[in-house]
């Protein structure tokens, strides 16, 4: 089985950054890959970014283009997103998430491994 674990959330003041990592431990994961997801409470989960195995090929919501980079360090099974610019419509609980596969997709649906979370809060 494979384990996620999120961490670098907190509160943070509009316009300022944050890093968010997920570290991964069991079954290597690599050559598959993660994404980032969260979720606004009440809302349904929606994607943020994915990325390959080799960090070649990304993936971004749309809206975030700009703002966030997601990054991985495959020797360390770990994966970053950098927030900057953060705005308070970011607040969300923010969600790692791994697939057997190298194809990076914003389907939750398609991703086999969650981690629990992180909080992101973001004041006006």
């Known amino acids: 089985q494979v384990q996620l674990v999120e961490s670098g959330g907190g509160l943070v003041q509009a316009g300022g950054s944050l890093r968010l990592s997920c570290a991964a431990s069991?079954?290597?994961?690599?050559?598959?890959?993660r994404g980032w997801f969260r979720q606004f409470q009440g809302k349904e989960r929606e994607f943020v970014a994915a990325i390959a195995w080799a960090g070649d090929v990304t993936n971004y919501a749309d809206s975030l283009k700009g703002r966030f980079t997601i990054s991985r360090d495959s020797t360390k099974n770990m994966v970053y997103l950098q927030m900057n610019s953060l705005k308070p419509e970011d607040t969300a609980i923010y969600y790692c998430a791994g697939r057997r596969s190298n194809f990076v997709t914003s389907s939750h649906s398609s991703y086999d491994y969650w981690g629990q979370g992180t909080q992101v809060t973001v004041s006006s």
């Open positions: 069991g079954r290597a994961l690599s050559p598959y890959a």
